[in-house]
T-cell receptor, first 114, second 113 residues
Framework: GESVGLHLPTLSVQEGDNSIINCAYSNSASDYFIWYKQESGKGPQFIIDIRSNMDKRQGQRVTVLLNKTVKHLSLQIAATQPGDSAVYFCADAYYGGSQGNLIFGKGTKLSVKP | NAGVTQTPKFQVLKTGQSMTLQCAQDMNHNSMYWYRQDPGMGLRLIYYSASEGTTDKGEVPNGYNVSRLNKREFSLRLESAAPSQTSVYFC????????????FGPGTRLLVL
């Protein structure tokens, strides 16, 4: 069945370093992926998305890479800051069904050391 | 523009009690969703409403009911709460069922004793 997984449940980085959070998906028909950031005690917040006709998309300090061949995507955060400490979720927004619903991964907790 | 709001923020129930979680959005979105989030887990879809007047089951609908009261409001009801329903509940909305990303509320923390 459909699943979205993350390679590491936790990631600790030094302030100023780059962070890379990985995600794998299982549905080869999936065509739209979204990364969310969830700070403690808050709801998830949209970071960046990517469609399957792209292999890279950049935002402010964030880049998402999509490798459809191995069904893998990653979120790169440049110059990681303490405010980036949060849980990061990738979500598969497969719209092949009758309704578009998100399938979330379990999340990676990013800790930024000062 | 408050986005997605949820009430209450926190609730304690005894097993067998009932309650309704409220959600409202002011972004004129058509689609609304209810998720639950358990420790160490991602979000799991309980129910969703693609548009006003329609509701459908998600991944984990058992023990819950929903009402799409109007375009703005989407409530989640627990008729007879169980300890397994202890969780954090998030409401979300999108412009349409296949449009864009989901905007989440701040969540309701529910503890069932």
């Amino acid at each position: 069945g459909e699943s979205v997984g993350l390679h590491l449940p936790t990631l600790s980085v030094q302030e100023g370093d780059n962070s890379i959070i990985n995600c794998a998906y299982s549905n080869s028909a999936s065509d739209y992926f979204i990364w969310y950031k969830q700070e403690s005690g808050k709801g998830p917040q949209f970071i960046i998305d990517i469609r399957s006709n792209m292999d890279k998309r950049q935002g402010q300090r964030v880049t998402v890479l999509l490798n459809k061949t191995v069904k893998h995507l990653s979120l790169q955060i440049a110059a990681t800051q303490p405010g980036d400490s949060a849980v990061y979720f990738c979500a598969d927004a497969y719209y092949g069904g009758s309704q578009g619903n998100l399938i979330f991964g379990k999340g990676t907790k990013l800790s930024v050391k000062p | 523009n408050a986005g997605v709001t949820q009430t209450p923020k926190f609730q304690v129930l005894k097993t067998g009690q009932s309650m309704t979680l409220q959600c409202a959005q002011d972004m004129n979105h058509n689609s609304m969703y209810w998720y639950r989030q358990d420790p160490g887990m991602g979000l799991r879809l309980i129910y969703y409403s693609a548009s006003e007047g329609t509701t459908d089951k998600g991944e984990v609908p058992n023990g819950y009911n929903v009402s799409r009261l109007n375009k703005r409001e989407f409530s989640l009801r627990l008729e007879s709460a169980a300890p397994s329903q202890t969780s954090v509940y998030f409401c979300a909305s999108t412009p349409g069922p296949r449009d864009g990303t989901q905007y989440f509320g701040p969540g309701t923390r529910l503890l069932v004793l």
